[in-house]
């Protein structure tokens, strides 16, 4: 076998690179500006994606609720189911479990001595519920609830607006008991909240879950269970053991089943990723390949000496490879270590309220966060390396079939 | 023992339209140790015959046996490992590898044998030395002259100790003193180490060092002597 070694081909390689230290420069410089723009601004989109995800998800609440079958189509009180049961207060013991609460969720209409508004009230456990969705932050005026028999209302503030009411004045809420009479009660404003999204500040109002309940004669049921893990990600990881705790008489789902938008929204985000990766890297294999091929072109006298001593075809095709893998794996390093000393700094997030309204618009707020996600440096890390290599394939092959004569001829 | 034998070669080459003929069945048998000169005119095919006798070249027909190697029959990878164990090249130009050192140079091949690290060191050391080059192992060959850069090249043709060296036109680039040192340095490895050289060239200086003069006109043999008195090294 004429094979040179490891060692002497990444030596030979090394030294190839840096003949022309003007062209190996450039095209440095190319693969770590793209390697970084790739990094970058997948760590923005990624950023801006979880930011729409995660709020879609507090909106929802939960990254798995649990529901009557017929609860999602007809959102009704008749659609309630009874409070969760031990076996699945047991299955809601693990440790992905991060919070659970269970709310009663009825359309509504709340009016005021000036307006009425149709809306969703929230029955809720306050203690429970912040740890699920509610931010006590979004708190400005009065405050939140104080357990479940609290008798007083938190409202959003665009809602306080319509109303034109305020914190300390009494509003009544209106809906349907399961006999299908009206119910309804007075509440007093103890709280106006001020959502990241002002759609959900008019969409949803607090009341105490066992005042709700007993608003709309509904006893112990609730309308959902919302369970968080902490991480939307890896719901299915735990998802399982609580669907068979929770039962077949119930609907048990996860954040995007639920939600199909967000759910497509994660894949969409995923695949663009990819697509963008590639994209990026297509038009760094231009230079990849110039500057290969002219590293063959300018050493065919060479190569077809090297053959001429007894190198074999496939060393010279390893040589040329190992030149090309050189070049990836500098750019790479620096173009990683580039893309994270940019983001970590930014990690406290971007203002971007410039433009928060259209932001608003697709569910995010007006602060981005890069998300630098290790998965997504690998993916492009890798996904360089391959085609990097692919591409490097042609000039390569192309040096190892020249007749050795042919090239010692070349001048 | 015949080191080569070529039996009836034959290669034509195509020139825009014109079909040159390289080798007209050319025929030649040489035994192991011998100096041949192969001489003639450019165009003549004394490099084509060299060429296919060193498989970097195939003919059109005709047999070609090295040892017990027939040439003719190897694909590109064992007639690669055939130039590597047993043949030395020297070229015109010195065509060495630019970014290796005089030293690397010679160890190349070597290397691609997969000889050890510390036995290429000893050898390659030893080879420069004997061909005038101590003390220049480190330097690259854009820091050597023409001389210096051809006895690398020598260097590096026999340190692998092969049976046979083949040497197109290797003193063309080289003025007169430095050609009779190179001349001078092949008589010697070829009296003291039995290697067989295959000389191309056209330069009756060098035809004057050989045993056997092989004269070629458009690709035949047109005349095979054996010289009485051939020049020989002085020391």
């Known amino acids: 076998m004429s094979g040179l070694p490891l060692k002497a081909i990444l030596m030979l390689a090394w030294r190839n690179l840096w003949r022309n230290h003007r062209r190996t420069l450039i095209m440095l410089a190319a693969i770590t500006v793209g390697v970084w723009a790739m990094i970058f601004m997948t760590a923005l989109m990624r950023g801006m994606v979880d930011d729409m995800l995660l709020n879609g998800i507090r909106g929802l609440p939960g990254e798995v609720q649990i529901h009557h079958p017929d609860y999602r189509d007809d959102p009704n009180v008749n659609n309630s189911m009874p409070a969760p049961h031990d076996a699945l207060l047991s299955a809601m013991r693990v440790p992905e479990v991060t919070a659970w609460t269970s709310r009663v969720r009825v359309p509504a209409v709340i009016s005021s001595e000036r307006d009425s508004r149709g809306v969703v009230l929230l029955g809720v456990e306050p203690q429970s519920e912040v740890k699920v969705s509610f931010d006590l932050e979004t708190i400005i005026e009065g405050r939140f609830l104080e357990d479940s028999s609290d008798r007083g209302l938190v409202i959003g503030a665009k809602m306080a607006d319509r109303l034109e009411t305020d914190l300390g004045k009494r509003v009544v809420v209106m809906s349907q008991d399961p006999d299908n009479n009206i119910a309804d009660r007075g509440f007093r404003i103890v709280g106006v909240y001020k959502a990241k999204l002002a759609s959900l500040e008019e969409t949803y109002i607090y009341g105490g879950r066992e005042t709700v309940q007993k608003m709309l004669k509904l006893g112990n049921s609730v309308s959902e269970v919302a369970i968080s893990g902490g991480d939307y990600r890896n719901v299915d990881r735990w998802l399982g053991g609580i669907q068979q705790a929770a039962g077949n008489d119930v609907e048990t ?50 190569i077809g000496l090297m053959q001429a001593l007894g190198m074999r075809p496939s060393t010279i095709l390893y040589q040329i490879l190992m030149e090309s893998l050189l070049l990836l794996l500098i750019g790479l390093a620096l173009g990683n270590a580039i893309a994270v000393g940019t983001i970590i700094p930014l990690q406290g997030g971007i203002d971007i309220s410039v433009v928060a309204e259209g932001m608003e618009m697709m569910g995010t707020s007006s602060m981005l966060y890069p998300a630098l996600k290790l998965n997504d440096m690998i993916l492009a890390n890798l996904i360089v390396i391959i085609l990097g290599l692919l591409t490097s394939i042609l000039p390569a092959w192309r040096a190892a079939s020249y007749n050795p004569i042919e090239a010692l001829n070349k001048t | 023992m015949s080191s080569i034998v070529c039996k009836d070669l034959c290669k034509t080459f195509q020139q825009g339209e014109e079909i040159i003929t390289g080798l007209d069945h050319v025929s030649i048998e040489i035994e192991a140790g011998d100096f041949v000169c192969l001489s003639g005119p450019s165009g003549s095919g004394k490099t084509t015959l060299l060429n296919a006798m060193g498989g970097l070249d195939t ?21 690669a490992d055939m130039r590597l164990h047993k043949i030395g090249f020297v070229f015109q130009a010195y065509n060495l590898i630019p970014v290796l050192t005089a030293r690397e140079n010679v160890e190349f091949v070597m290397q691609v044998r997969g000889e050890p690290a510390q036995e290429r060191s000893h050898r390659s050391h030893d080879i420069l030395k004997e061909v005038g080059l101590e003390g220049m192992e480190d330097r690259r060959p854009a820091q050597l002259s023409g001389g210096q850069q051809q006895r690398v090249a020598v260097a590096r043709a026999i340190v692998s100790q092969p049976a046979l060296v083949l040497a197109d036109e290797p003193t063309a680039n080289l003025d007169s003193v430095t050609a009779t040192q190179l001349m001078d340095l092949f008589v010697e490895l070829n009296q003291h180490h039995n290697i067989t050289f295959v000389i191309a060239t056209h330069d009756t200086r060098v035809m004057a060092y050989a045993k056997r003069l092989i004269k070629m006109r458009d690709g035949k043999i047109i005349s095979d002597e054996k010289q009485q008195h051939p020049s020989t090294v002085v020391s």
Do not use: C, H
Request: charged fraction near 15%.
């Open chain 1, 253 to 302: 789902l996860p954040w995007y089943e639920i939600d199909t938008y967000l759910g497509s929204m994660l894949a969409m985000m995923d695949g663009f990723v990819l697509v963008w990766i590639i994209i990026v890297f297509l038009a760094l294999s231009f230079g990849l390949v110039n500057t290969l091929v002219m590293a063959v072109f300018e050493r065919v006298r060479e």
């Open chain 2, 59 to 79: 003919p059109d027909s005709g047999q070609i046996q090295v040892g017990d190697t027939r040439v003719d029959q190897l694909g590109k990878g064992p007639l």
